[in-house]
């Protein structure tokens, strides 16, 4: 099967898969620790200043959401706005490069609710099964 730009899917057999993985640059930029949550409350709730995101994802604290809007933003999926006022104002939304994943996020969602629960008894199983020998 063919994907988008020169990837095809599934990867010859002799390449190393952490090169051939299509997806594995896009599971680094979108699945990082507290990007999702900040991606999706700004799709969800629009623009943002620091203190209201700060309030929706209410266990990250200021440095790391500071950290990861910075990194959002290079990664072109946020846009930071600077307002010269007194005082100085600065919102967050989402970009159209990250609205973009909004899809991504519905199948994971859709994925989600019809599996997490298969994943929860998968896990208790293992964990009470004895170990093969």
Known sequence: MRMAGNATWPPPAETDPEVACPISPVVDIVFSRWTTPILWALH??????????ERRI????????????RQLERDGMVVRT????????????????????????????????????????????????????
Do not use: C, M
């Open 44 to 53: 969800a709730h629009g623009r943002q200043r620091f203190v209201e995101l």
């Open 82 to 133: 600077y307002h010269p006022e007194i005082p100085p104002r600065v919102e967050y939304e989402i970009s159209e490069l990250g609205r973009g994943l909004a899809p991504l996020f519905a199948h994971l969602a859709e994925w989600a609710a019809d599996n997490l629960d298969k994943v929860d008894q998968a896990r208790i199983a293992y964990d009470t099964e004895p170990p093969a020998r």
């Open 58 to 69: 209410d266990r990250i604290t200021p440095k790391v959401l500071t950290q990861r809007l």
